[in-house]
T-cell receptor, first 113, second 116 residues
Framework: EAQVTQNPRYLITVTGKKLTVTCSQN?????MSWYRQDPGLGLRQIYY???????DKGDVPEGYKVSRKEKRNFPLILESPSPNQTSLYFC????????????FGPGTRLTVT | AQSVSQHNHHVILSEAASLELGCNYS??????LFWYVQYPGQHLQLLLK??????LVKGIKGFEAEFIKSKFSFNLRKPSVQWSDTAEYFC??????????????FGTGTLLAVQP
């Protein structure tokens, strides 16, 4: 079954405590992306990756890092989380020739106090 | 700035009413267009997509959308909504660079509540 998985699904943490949200896909897709969803703002892209070792900033990259060491995994790293990073995070993937059509993970609800 | 606009932020309908949600984009040239749906507590799922050809596209669950190039619009429609259509709906645009990029630009979403 084609899947995009994210862990954890829910996380409450404190300001400044480093955290990683994992994303994994089993569709052999080249393109992976992270979005954050905030009320009234829709989904905004944080970072994306066109393939292994190829990553680039999206529209709201400040405060986030990513890595793409393997094709199936694309973790999102918050080195020093702040309350304004409280949000719902989605990982998405897309394959060559998909023309932007993306498959989304189940989401990670992060609260930073 | 290039953007995707959804003019209806909240829509409340009774069951069996007709639905039309507006979506306009400001990109020139060739685009790929999508509507995604997010049911309460769930992830985004593809409702329908337009790449080329017939500008009237049909998706899942009785939804359809019409691409009007001259109006830069891709409005979503359903003739008769059900309570189970209660969800948030997102329009998204991919700028066609010959497949070189998969980036989607999303609208801010429309929250639809269907009353039984």
């Amino acid at each position: 079954e084609a899947q995009v998985t994210q862990n954890p699904r829910y996380l409450i943490t404190v300001t400044g405590k480093k955290l990683t949200v994992t994303c994994s896909q089993n569709m052999n897709h080249e393109y992976m992306s992270w979005y954050r969803q905030d009320p009234g703002l829709g989904l905004r892209q944080i970072y994306y990756s066109m393939n292994v070792e190829v990553t680039d900033k999206g529209d709201v990259p400040e405060g986030y890092k990513v890595s793409r060491k393997e094709k199936r995994n694309f973790p999102l790293i918050l080195e020093s989380p702040s309350p304004n990073q409280t949000s719902l995070y989605f990982c998405a993937t897309s394959g060559t020739g998909r023309r932007g059509e993306q498959y989304f993970g189940p989401g990670t609800r992060l609260t930073v106090t | 700035a290039q953007s995707v606009s959804q003019h209806n932020h909240h829509v409340i309908l009774s069951e069996a009413a007709s639905l039309e949600l507006g979506c306009n984009y400001s990109y020139g040239g060739t685009v790929n267009l999508f509507w995604y749906v997010q049911y309460p507590g769930q992830h985004l799922q593809l409702l329908l997509k337009y790449f080329s050809g017939d500008p009237l596209v049909k998706g899942i669950k009785g939804f359809e959308a019409e691409f009007i190039k001259s109006k830069f619009s891709f409005n979503l429609r359903k003739p008769s909504v059900q309570w189970s259509d209660t969800a948030e709906y997102f329009c998204a645009v991919n700028k066609n660079y010959g497949g070189a990029t998969n980036k989607l630009i999303f609208g801010t979403g429309t929250l639809l509540a269907v009353q039984p």
